[in-house]
């Protein structure tokens, strides 16, 4: 089983800043991909940005400047710097990792979630 733990949500001000963190701990090998995605209340879970375990990052048009993703593959650690937040920014973020896990087999893991909400 792989864990996801994410941490580093909360309210902010319309313009303000906020750093999500998540950690992957269990039994895996390696892990590839790690997410970001964003569900805002009544609407589908969509993706914020992404990066790959060589660095290579993608992200949602509404996002791109603000934000940045990262990671620190020696903690199974993946990172949102949240800048210049807005107000359709607020939803609760779930991480995303996919890789190996200790049985050679695929897995695709979400973290609970936590919710972001920025008032303007």
């Known amino acids: 089983q792989v864990r996801l733990v994410e941490s580093g949500g909360g309210l902010a001000q319309a313009g303000g800043s906020l750093r999500l963190s998540c950690a992957a701990s269990?039994?895996?090998?390696?892990?590839?991909?790690m997410g970001w995605y964003r569900q805002a209340p009544g609407k589908q879970r969509d993706l914020v940005a992404a990066?790959?375990?060589?660095?290579?990052?993608n992200y949602a048009d509404s996002v791109k400047g603000r934000f940045t993703i990262s990671r620190d593959n020696a903690k199974n650690t993946v990172y949102l710097q949240m800048n210049s937040l807005k107000s359709e920014d607020t939803g609760l973020y779930y991480c995303?990792?996919?890789?190996?896990?200790?049985?050679?087999?695929?897995?695709?893991?979400w973290g609970q979630g936590t919710q972001v909400t920025v008032s303007s």
């Open positions: 995303n990792a996919d890789g190996i896990n200790s049985w050679h087999m695929t897995f695709i893991s």
């Open positions: 269990g039994d895996f090998i390696s892990i590839n991909n």
């Open positions: 990066i790959t375990s060589g660095g290579s990052t």
